[in-house]
């Protein structure tokens, strides 16, 4: 099993993959990479409120 990445570079990847689907224009999105996006753009929003409660 591989050892899990330390909170910020976990958050930098996350980033770096909102930004690179960001820079696509919105209209030649597929779906998946919608889906994507959002996911991402969610799972930062999670590590955040988890960063500010303590729990990370």
């Known amino acids: 099993m591989e050892k899990p ?6 958050q ?3 980033f770096h993959g909102v ?6 224009d919105p209209h ?3 779906p ?3 889906q994507m996006r959002d996911n991402m ?6 590590n955040a409120l988890m ?3 303590g729990l990370k």
Do not use: G, K, N, V
């Open 28 to 30: 030649a999105l597929t």
């Open 32 to 34: 998946e990479l919608r």
């Open 51 to 53: 960063l500010d409660r």
């Open 5 to 10: 990445l330390p909170y910020l570079e976990q």
């Open 19 to 24: 930004a690179l689907i960001a820079s696509i």
């Open 41 to 46: 753009i969610e799972a930062m929003d999670l």
């Open 12 to 14: 930098h990847c996350i």
